[in-house]
């Protein structure tokens, strides 16, 4: 699951690679066309946009919301900007071995933040 900035072959092509059962759920761009397949197989990136040109943007997120909850998509774009908030849009290392300390440091920080504002929750029978 990722967000539309991701839409494209070489993601899918990825995720096939890595899981062939998997399904990737990523929203097409609003320009996206179905790709020239002469094979006749529909890809999934295929079905995503014939399912929005019949159902509509909506229709087609309340259809993968029933299948494979489209809102966790949401809560990793949600944990991803508050990512980039706190440790901020670039990284300000020179170089790869110092990016990566700075990653590792940022992602940490964002860690305990996020635990500080979760509430514990129990079930009440």
Same mark, same amino acid.
């Given at each position: 699951?990722? @967000? *539309?900035? @991701? %839409?494209?072959?070489?993601?899918?092509?990825?995720?096939?690679?890595?899981? !062939?059962?998997? /399904?990737?759920?990523?929203?097409?761009?609003?320009?996206?066309? !179905?790709?020239?397949?002469?094979? *006749?197989?529909?890809?999934?990136? %295929?079905?995503?946009?014939?399912?929005?040109?019949?159902? #509509?943007?909506?229709?087609?997120?309340?259809?993968?919301?029933?299948?494979?909850?489209?809102?966790?998509?949401?809560? #990793? /774009?949600? +944990?991803?900007?508050? %990512?980039?908030?706190?440790?901020?849009?670039?990284?300000? +290392? *020179?170089?790869?071995?110092?990016?990566?300390?700075? $990653?590792?440091? #940022?992602?940490?920080? $964002?860690?305990?933040?996020?635990?500080?504002?979760?509430? +514990?929750?129990?079930?009440?029978?």
């Amino acid at each position: 699951m990722t @967000d *539309g900035v @991701d %839409d494209g072959k070489p993601v899918y092509r990825a995720v096939i690679v890595r899981s !062939p059962e998997a /399904e990737a759920i990523i929203p097409p761009r609003s320009t996206a066309v !179905p790709s020239n397949s002469t094979k *006749g197989a529909c890809t999934q990136r %295929d079905r995503h946009i014939h399912a929005i040109q019949e159902r #509509g943007r909506l229709g087609w997120q309340r259809a993968v919301r029933c299948t494979v909850r489209y809102g966790r998509r949401s809560l #990793g /774009e949600v +944990a991803m900007m508050r %990512d980039k908030q706190v440790i901020g849009r670039i990284l300000r +290392a *020179g170089n790869l071995p110092a990016g990566k300390v700075e $990653t590792a440091v #940022g992602s940490r920080v $964002t860690n305990i933040i996020t635990s500080l504002s979760i509430p +514990a929750t129990r079930k009440v029978a």
